[in-house]
């Protein structure tokens, strides 16, 4: 890979060295590997301004998007563009390990502090470390691997549920194709899941699948959606795509022939998927929307089988644990209490609340307060009527617990506070939607425990770790807790 450009170690050794940031190391692996052909470097101002002006590079050649390198102004000033000994930036990894040289030929003022730099880039060592290396293979490579005739490309940025798969399978026979499944593992998480816990997801539905050669690209997601479907067209050919299926509505082109699928839905009939039109209406269920399906993994219940492979349900409730798991447990106990049958059980779950008794709220410390005070309401009216009301809202301000406590007391009924006291690392760990890494960044404010307090209870009638509880254990002692205070009737054990 060195195409004649070789530099002497002592360059190498005495050139300053710098980490790209994520996206920017994600492009370079492209790069390197051939994947972005005909570019062998970050783009020059030349490039930039052509890319610009009519979509193409300086030389003419078509290309979608900006692929660019931003370093600190104070390293780039250490190179000198006119001496090739001396313009040579060493490439590293998160962890400092040398990925590549890059010979910069084009220094400019980009943000504060910052500027870009463009050049052709070559790798040093023995390539990437991490994860599912055996599928981060060249566009050569895999092009030696798949078979002569049509190739079938699919992004698989989503895992593969039955519906996709159908329309999947439908494509590779209608054409007679291979298929080529790319998923993208660019990006930290990708739509909710760790990029390991996706490529786990998706070869859990391989046996699924048609013939198929699965791989995994560095890609990430771009501002502009036409842009990045053209990227996307772009990469899928260097590793010999001629045929890619259109998923969630993505755009394409870039001279592939993209296949639109049509909206599939199952059929109770006998199980399969088909075309909706070709199924009687009271015979046709939809697929479930991406709301519905992080629902079920958000309140701990199983994918149904009927829409989901059972492997794959399974590596989706293993990557995507509840978060602190006040909800699982709450469900978990109103089931138990259902199942007991003494009185109406009622379950006040956070968001269902928000979408339905506090549309409009926001999450201010006023509409917090505001929302946990709707909810102690309808609670204590509950029990004013002889039934259990479960509430399980994010609370995080003592005195808004305390008005809940003193509305249940006023009404007559008695009040239990759990705290559900798993550690911020662990609620950050089971994170699916990366609102604490967001938070983290500065990107949105008011998340509790990073940039809004949480007022650990004082007043806590039972805590309870998820930590190092099972969702089972968790509600057997709230069940024991109720029991012990005389407001659940003791029960013998099923024999």
């Known amino acids: 890979m060195s195409n004649g450009w070789v530099l002497p170690e002592d360059v190498l050794r005495d050139a300053p060295s710098y980490a790209p940031r994520p996206a920017e190391l994600a ?26 002006r009519r979509g193409r590079l300086a030389d003419g050649t078509p290309w979608p998007v900006p692929v660019t390198l931003q ?49 052709a880039v070559r790798r040093l060592g023995d390539g990437g470390h991490g994860p599912f290396q055996r599928l981060r293979r060249s566009p050569d490579e895999v ?27 439908h494509a590779a026979r209608t054409l007679g194709a291979h298929l080529l499944v790319l998923i993208p593992v660019g990006e930290e998480s990708t739509g909710g899941l760790p990029a390991e816990a996706l490529v786990r997801a998706v070869f859990a539905a391989r046996d699924r699948m048609p013939p198929a050669t699965l791989l995994a690209v560095p890609l990430v997601q771009r501002s502009d959606e036409i842009s990045d479907a053209l990227l996307r067209a772009r990469v899928a050919a260097s590793y010999g795509v001629t045929h890619l299926l259109s998923t969630e509505g993505m755009l394409s082109g870039a001279g592939l022939r993209v296949l639109v699928p049509r909206e599939l839905a199952y059929d109770n009939r006998d199980g399969q998927w088909r075309w909706r039109e070709d199924i009687p209406p009271r015979n046709r269920r939809l697929a479930l929307s991406r709301p519905e399906i992080d629902d079920l993994l958000d309140r701990g219940f ?22 602190s798991g006040k909800s699982t447990i709450a469900r978990g106990l109103a089931d138990v209490l259902r199942e007991q049958g003494d009185r109406t059980v009622t379950l006040l779950d956070g968001d269902v609340v928000r979408r339905e008794l506090s549309a409009g709220l926001s999450f201010s410390k006023a509409d917090r307060d505001l929302n946990v005070r709707r909810i102690g309401w309808v609670a204590a009216e509950i029990a004013r009527h002889r039934g259990v009301g479960i509430c399980c809202p994010i609370a995080p301000y003592a005195a808004a617990r305390a008005t809940a406590r003193e509305m249940a007391q006023a009404s007559g009924a008695g009040f239990l506070l759990v705290h559900v006291a798993t550690p911020l690392a662990v609620c950050e760990q089971r994170d699916r939607k990366g609102l604490y890494a967001r938070a983290r960044a500065g990107l949105i404010t008011g998340m509790t425990g990073i940039d809004d307090p949480y007022e650990e209870p004082t007043d806590a009638d039972l805590a309870v770790d998820t930590s190092d509880l099972t969702v089972e254990e968790a509600v057997q002692r709230v069940m024991e807790h109720l029991t012990e205070t005389g407001w659940v009737e003791p029960r013998l054990p099923p024999a």
């Open 302 to 323: 199983p994918l149904p089988e009927w829409h989901t492979p059972p492997a794959v349900a399974r590596e989706l409730a293993r990557a995507r644990p509840p978060g």
């Open 27 to 52: 492009d370079l692996e492209l790069l390197l590997t051939g994947a972005y052909a005909p570019l062998t470097g970050f783009m020059t101002r030349a490039d930039l301004a052509s890319l610009g």
């Open 71 to 119: 370093v600190p102004a104070a390293l780039a000033d250490g190179l000198d563009l006119a001496d090739p000994g001396r313009r040579a930036l060493v490439l590293t990894d998160g962890e400092g390990a040398p990925v590549a040289a890059m010979d910069v030929v084009d220094v400019w003022p980009a943000r504060d502090g910052t500027v870009g730099v463009g050049g």
């Open 143 to 169: 092009r030696g691997l798949l078979p002569p005739g049509r190739v079938l490309g699919v992004f698989a940025d989503r895992p593969l549920h039955r519906p996709q798969l159908a329309q999947i399978a």
